[in-house]
């Protein structure tokens, strides 16, 4: 079981030398956003933002609005030195306790997803983010079995490790539908809209 306080601890850690790690794929990502419907004019939330990875993405791409979280201190204030001069803003806390004002029109999870405790019931919480028809995309820019292969190691205590995409399909049924399904050795994604108003969702 993972415990939220190690996975703040283990981000917070890692946080400074983040981005000078980081290894972008431009065109993975971009086929990413587009699956997961960022365009110009709508309101993104950035679930798990860390150090403001998608941040040049969501300006360059014209979105409305961007309400990007992440449960690590040290990742926020990153993100949020990254944000200044931009429609994006950063909140440090829990997504999944957080009471919002709005509903979104895109919800993403990028390369975070094996992070949380309770993928079932983060998938709960985050279709009740969204607008009738608003999108969830859980994506990593690699494949899911570099993705595991790298959790194995620092970040073992911290992963629940990447489940197959269409394990993740059935987790996302009840609330949405499924449109997208990849997992080869460029990318993993799942993604899918609102089927229904979720009212009985609470924000």
């Known amino acids: 079981m993972i415990e939220k306080n190690e996975v703040i601890a283990f981000f917070d850690l890692c946080a400074p030398q983040w981005d000078a790690q980081l290894v972008r794929n431009d065109a993975v990502i971009d086929r990413i956003l587009d699956n997961g419907g960022i365009q110009s004019g709508c309101h993104v939330l950035d679930v798990a933002c860390g150090t403001g990875v998608l941040f040049p993405d969501y300006v360059k791409r014209d ?56 993928p079932e019931g983060l998938i709960r919480v985050l279709a009740g983010t969204l607008k009738p028809g608003g999108r969830l995309s859980i994506a990593h820019g690699m494949s899911r079995d570099k993705i ?55 924000l």
């Open 63 to 118: 979105v409305a609005s961007v309400t990007a979280v992440d449960i690590s201190t040290q990742m926020a204030e990153i993100a949020r030195r990254k944000s200044q001069g931009t429609q994006i803003q950063v909140l440090c806390g829990d997504v999944e306790r957080i009471s919002f004002d709005r509903r979104f029109d895109c919800c993403m999870v990028y390369n975070a997803f094996p992070h949380f405790p309770d």
């Open 148 to 202: 595991n292969a790298h959790h194995k190691g620092a970040a073992n205590k911290v992963s629940l490790g990447l489940m197959e995409a269409q394990e993740l399909a059935k987790l996302f049924a009840p609330y949405f539908q499924v449109d997208v399904v990849i997992s080869d050795e460029r990318m993993y994604q799942v993604a899918g809209k609102c089927a229904r108003q979720n009212e009985n969702l609470s």
